[in-house]
């Protein structure tokens, strides 16, 4: 859920605190993103997206 409550508030561009509830708390959600965007979770991700895209051709 985490996942989807960063994707709606990128989507909608919505601040951080109108998330809704379903997604969880959002500052839980905040930090989560905060952390794996220092981490390098996020540039790992989209390395291996693209990549697979690549391989299929896309």
């Not at 919505?14 to 959600?29: A, K, M, Q």
């Not at 993103?33 to 220092?38: I, P, S």
């Amino acid at each position: 859920m985490v996942v989807e409550g960063i994707a709606w508030r990128f989507r909608t561009g919505s601040p951080w605190r109108d998330l809704p509830e379903r997604f969880g708390p959002w500052n839980t959600v905040f930090k989560r993103f905060d952390r794996w965007a220092k981490d390098g979770t996020w540039q790992r991700i989209l390395t291996a997206v693209q990549s697979r895209s690549d391989q299929l051709g896309k």
